[in-house]
């Protein structure tokens, strides 16, 4: 019996919700390709198996619906925390590895490092923020994940008074403050610089940023072009706002 599947995900996703699934279910039958959802049709899934697909927020079969934006391993959230499935983009637009080191200095509840050990095998993640709350639920959901305490660094800093020099990070990966719910633009200015200041001083050099943001003009102005290469990868629909995720590379 042949069955017509809908998964859903953010408006902005399209492509990589379209990569992964044909990635990893070559068979289907595509149907239609809308700007929030993809209709497919196959004979010998069950809706089950798409739990695999960390992309996308939802699947349906007309009967039943998954939420796959949904992790077990996230149990506790912060304020204007991240979706899962963006991160999951996030991480495979960052081409995170088995060989990367990243470092989220913005990290909540670490929602972005603990996907990229768990679904891209990253070798370590720094993980960093300002809030004591919001490190001890990375605390919390780092043990929900199983990942060993070896394979991640967790401390409360605000991001201009980070320590770290060791010039060993392959990836910065953050959903920056956007000013809006959380803290204010005159905050997101000095933040954003001393970001930038630690970028210089710990990314190895073919060493990456991939930014989350709202503040886009305040990112462009930081990451000045003399100094930069900034590239607006691609825009999203979260909550009404429409951030955009900025691949950054140091000029040399």
């Given at each position: 019996m042949v069955t017509i599947y809908k998964i859903l995900f953010h408006k902005g996703c399209k492509e990589y919700v379209l990569d992964e699934l044909k990635e990893?279910?070559?068979?289907?039958?595509?149907?239609?390709?809308a700007n929030?959802?993809?209709e497919f049709r196959s004979d010998s899934i069950s809706i089950e198996k798409f739990r695999n697909i960390y992309s996308a927020t939802l699947v349906t079969d007309g009967k039943r619906t998954l939420n796959l934006s949904r992790r077990k391993w996230r149990k506790?959230?912060?304020p204007a925390g991240l979706d899962p499935s963006i991160a999951y983009i996030m991480c495979k637009v960052?081409?995170?590895?088995?060989?990367?080191?990243?470092y989220d200095p913005f990290c909540g509840s670490s929602v972005l490092p603990i996907?990229?050990?768990l679904y891209f095998?990253?070798?370590r993640a720094i993980c960093s923020d300002i809030s004591g709350k919001a490190v001890e639920m990375s605390k919390q959901n780092f043990k929900f994940a199983d990942i060993d305490v070896s394979r991640y660094l967790l401390f409360q800093s605000g991001i201009c008074d980070v320590k770290l020099n060791k010039?060993?990070?392959d990836v910065i990966i953050s959903n920056l403050p956007f000013g809006i719910r959380v803290g204010s633009h005159r905050e997101n200015v000095c933040?954003?610089?001393?970001l930038e200041s630690i970028a210089k001083r710990i990314l190895r050099k073919k060493g990456r940023l991939l930014l989350l943001t709202q503040e886009k003009r305040l990112l462009r102005d930081v990451f000045k072009k003399e100094d930069w290469n900034v590239r607006s990868v691609f825009q999203v629909d979260s909550g009404g706002l429409l951030p955009e995720v900025f691949l950054l590379m140091k000029r040399y």
């Open positions: 990893k279910y070559p068979l289907i039958d595509i149907v239609k390709i929030e959802y993809i506790k959230f912060v960052a081409n995170i590895d088995d060989n990367c080191i990243v996907s990229a050990i095998n990253a070798k010039r060993n990070v933040s954003y610089k001393c």
